[in-house]
T-cell receptor, first 114, second 116 residues
Framework: DTGVSQDPRHKITKRGQNVTFRCDPI?????LYWYRQTLGQGPEFLTY????????KSRLLSDRFSAERPKGSFSTLEIQRTEQGDSAMYLC????????????FGAGTRLSVL | AQKITQTQPGMFVQEKEAVTLDCTYD???????LFWYKQPSSGEMIFLIY??????QNATEGRYSLNFQKARKSANLVISASQLGDSAMYFC?????????????FGQGTELSVKP
């Protein structure tokens, strides 16, 4: 199996622009998670999907954030009208409903908002 | 509310020695999972080891073992025979539910430096 894949690895954008990130989970993993990590902190949960259903969203996920997983495979995370405070590493993980439901992470997308 | 506490911001260990990274957790649930991840400077979170709250034996994975003390709500990671490549950030995390999906709550992390 290939691991979790995230694209792009780095994104630099100007304040006010929209950005979209993509995550491809490990094949056959039915659960997909998004986290955000700022410098010196542990990752913070944003949202997660079981197949195509979005089961939980954090209060961190403001109205400017939206996530989709339309066919239960890859997922996208969109941030509209980016702000400097959105600068962070965005991590995606996937898991399978077996063996502890261990989450395996991708390499992340580092967003810099200028 | 769930909480993970890692009280050691940084740790040093001599190559080939063992090191223990501390983790305490707080939850009112009986069913939960505990995880350790390694994050090198490249940024990727690498899964190391998992312990379910009902597992009676401490989890082991190669040089990694999890010292699970349920009554004390601690889940310390022990790395034996440290290697230079073990230098990284280490995060303890918890998930509600024994064997089901759900968000991970992470601690602040411990930065481990292995000295030659």
């Amino acid at each position: 199996d290939t691991g979790v894949s995230q694209d792009p690895r780095h994104k630099i954008t100007k304040r006010g622009q929209n950005v979209t990130f993509r995550c491809d989970p490990i094949s056959e993993h039915n659960r997909l998670y998004w986290y955000r990590q700022t410098l010196g902190q542990g990752p913070e949960f944003l949202t997660y999907f079981q197949n195509e259903a979005q089961l939980e969203k954090s209060r961190l996920l403001s109205d400017r954030f939206s996530a989709e997983r339309p066919k239960g495979s890859f997922s996208t995370l969109e941030i509209q009208r980016t702000e400097q405070g959105d600068s962070a590493m965005y991590l995606c993980a996937s898991s399978l409903d077996a063996g502890g439901n261990i989450q395996y992470f991708g390499a992340g997308t580092r967003l810099s908002v200028l | 509310a769930q909480k993970i506490t890692q009280t050691q911001p940084g740790m040093f260990v001599q190559e080939k020695e063992a090191v223990t990274l501390d983790c305490t957790y707080d939850t009112s649930d009986q069913s939960y999972g505990l995880f350790w991840y390694k994050q090198p400077s490249s940024g990727e979170m690498i899964f190391l080891i998992y312990q379910g709250s009902y597992d009676e034996q401490n989890a082991t994975e190669g040089r990694y073992s999890l010292n699970f003390q349920k009554a004390r709500k601690s889940a310390n990671l022990v790395i034996s025979a440290s290697q230079l490549g073990d230098s990284a950030m280490y995060f303890c995390a918890m998930r509600e539910g024994y064997n089901q999906g759900g968000k991970l709550i992470f601690g602040q992390g411990t930065e481990l430096s292995v000295k030659p």
